[in-house]
């Protein structure tokens, strides 16, 4: 097995452990290692070998969440079209990351404000996103970017909430969410 194969391999499995550890801690954080590297399809001392204490591996976590909200940033264009279709976008994007949300609402991975800056492309672009969508006229001008983006957060998570407490489908849940957030941030 030449270098190149060896080093591809070993991020393989590190992403593997990475995306179990996701899909596993979202759903029981006190889930002990164990369970995620039977996830993972690995032995314990596997995922040791990548992730010596639970702590490394919370780290890893928390650098793929960033890199995950940085990719859905990234994905849901913010800079195009009217503000308000750039904030649905926005929130589409990010509901697609269920597990990970789930991981950051529940205090599992505590991001820090330059982790949060780095995921929303900054405040900058934010705020330019919705200065656009004052000028445009699709977003309330009384409303300020950090409103906005507090709201984003919010509605996500009840909408993740509601899944679990009501049992009603994904679809659905974005579908409120989408309807809530349009109504909150239109101009009327």
């Known amino acids: 097995m030449t270098e190149i194969q060896a080093s591809g391999s070993r991020a393989r499995t590190r992403q593997s452990i990475v995306d179990a550890a996701i899909e596993v801690l979202a759903r029981n954080p006190a889930a002990p290692l164990g369970e995620v590297a039977a996830a993972a399809n690995v032995g314990r ?3 040791h070998r990548y992730f010596a204490e639970r702590a490394d591996l919370t780290a890893a976590l928390r650098a793929e969440a960033v890199d995950r909200l940085c990719q859905a940033t990234e994905r849901a264009r913010i800079a195009d079209g009217t503000g308000a279709t750039a904030i649905r976008r926005l929130c589409q994007e990010y509901f697609d990351l269920g597990d990970v949300l789930s991981l950051i609402f529940n205090q599992q991975l505590l991001l820090t404000d330059a982790d949060w800056q780095q995921a929303a492309e900054g405040d ?13 006229g699709t977003i309330d001008p009384e409303l300020p970017a950090t409103w906005i983006q507090s709201l984003i957060w919010s509605q996500l998570y009840a909408g993740w909430s509601y899944i679990g407490d009501q049992c009603v489908s994904r679809h659905e849940a ?15």
């Open 45 to 47: 001392t596997t995922l």
């Open 174 to 188: 974005l579908r409120l969410i989408l309807r809530s957030i349009e109504g909150a941030v239109s101009v009327r």
């Open 124 to 136: 900058a672009a934010f705020g330019e996103m919705v200065e656009r969508g004052h000028r445009d």
